[in-house]
Each structure stands twice: as C-alpha cells, then as structure tokens.
C-alpha cells in the first residue's frame, strides 16, 4: 500500500458524483488507460495534487483527502491510479500562493530550457533572486521560448495582473509548465527521470516562497 492523496468538492464528491470520506473505498476495473473508469486518481504528494488541479479536474475550492492505495497505473510523477482507493482522513488543504504557483512553473521549467533558450534562463534567474519581475520581461522571455518555458512566462506575466481572473490564469500556466516540462524530460530520457523531482520542486517552491 502507498500513502497517496484525493482531491474532492466541497462536499466530499469528485466530478462524477462520487462520495468520499473517512474510510471510504473505491474501485475500478483495473483496466484501459489512465483517465478511464478503469482506474481511481490519486496523487503522491499533496503539494503536486493542489498545483496540478487547474489542469487536471479543476475542482473549485477543493478537500484533500490522506489515502491509500496500490499504484497500478501511473502518468510520469504527476498523477497514479489505483485499482482500489480508500480515503483515510481530511488533511489541511497547503495554502499556495501565486507566486509559489510561478515559482514552481519556472522551476519545471529550468529542466528542460537550461541549455536551449539563454534569453530564457538569464530572465528565469532574475525572476527568482528578484531582480527583473516586470511583465515586459516575461512576455519576452515568453517569446523566445516554447512549451514548459512559455507556459512559466506565461504564468508570471498573468500573476502580474490584480484580479481573480489573473490569479487563475497563472495557476494554469504553471501547472501546464510542470505537465509540459515532466512530458519533455520523459521524452528526452526514454522514461527515466533525468534528475527532475516534481515533488522536490513543489516542495522548493513553496518553501522558498514563504520566507
């Protein structure tokens, strides 16, 4: 069994109206690809489930939930599925801020653009001492890069702006930086890791941003 983590609505349920709670189990066939009904999502860190939603289920003001579970089925590091799923408890929801949300995207970002976009990495470095935050930098270096890079320039060029509206596009554009970026690395490995943790880098970006 793995210790794992689920994300509900506000009222214990997931998209297709089913109840979750304490002790609660779920299972599927165990069969066909990740995103049938053969397989119940879970996450492997809670930091990775709460920046991944906008991209993923999108559940508006969501619950987590500690669970257990054994891996069957996985998609890289960002999320596995189990063929049977229990929820334990409700665990605190991690308070995530949008500039940890851009952090973590450029962050997933830097694994795959370090040695092709330099205009990318010199405005990469000096969004994170601080440097050069402005949006004119960001939509440039948005310009000169693709995929993973694009989406973190995106991400901070959004949070740039004070609205609802904004905060929720940055968080979008991070988690697509971390989906492409994980996709990229898998690729140019053959599968293997390549040295990118997604859960090391969560955990850097909100822990960095907190200070």
Same mark, same amino acid.
């Given at each position: 069994? /793995? #210790? *794992? +983590? &689920? *994300?509900? @609505?506000? @009222?214990? $349920?997931? *998209? #297709?109206?089913?109840? %979750?709670?304490?002790?609660?189990?779920? /299972?599927?066939?165990? $069969?066909?690809? *990740?995103?049938?009904?053969? %397989? =119940?999502?879970a996450y492997e860190h809670p930091l990775i489930a709460v920046l991944l939603n906008p991209i993923h289920a999108n559940i508006q003001n969501p619950r987590l939930w500690e669970a257990e579970g054994e891996i069957a089925i996985r998609d890289?590091?960002?999320?596995?599925?189990? &063929?049977?799923?229990?929820? =334990?408890?409700? =665990?605190?929801?991690?308070s995530i801020t949008t500039e940890m949300r851009v952090r973590f995207a450029i962050l997933c970002a830097q694994h795959v653009c370090l040695r092709t976009c330099s205009t990318w990495k010199a405005w990469a470095d000096? %969004?994170?001492?601080?440097? @050069?935050?402005?949006?004119?930098?960001? &939509?440039?270096?948005? %310009?000169? /890069? +693709? @995929?993973?890079?694009a989406w973190a320039a995106e991400a901070v060029a959004a949070a740039a702006y004070r609205s609802s509206w904004a905060a929720k596009a940055a968080a979008y554009a991070a988690a697509w930086a971390a989906e492409d970026a994980a996709a990229a690395v898998y690729r140019a490995s053959w599968g293997k890791c390549c040295g990118m943790n997604l859960a090391a880098i969560a955990e850097k970006a909100c822990a960095v941003s907190r200070k």
């Open positions: 069994m /793995s #210790n *794992l +983590y &689920k *994300l509900t @609505d506000s @009222d214990g $349920k997931t *998209l #297709n109206g089913t109840q %979750w709670g304490p002790g609660v189990s779920h /299972s599927g066939t165990g $069969k066909g690809e *990740l995103c049938g009904p053969g %397989w =119940i999502h890289g590091q960002l999320k596995c599925g189990c &063929k049977t799923l229990t929820t =334990i408890r409700e =665990i605190p929801l991690p000096k %969004w994170l001492s601080g440097e @050069d935050r402005s949006v004119e930098a960001a &939509k440039a270096a948005a %310009w000169a /890069s +693709y @995929d993973a890079a």
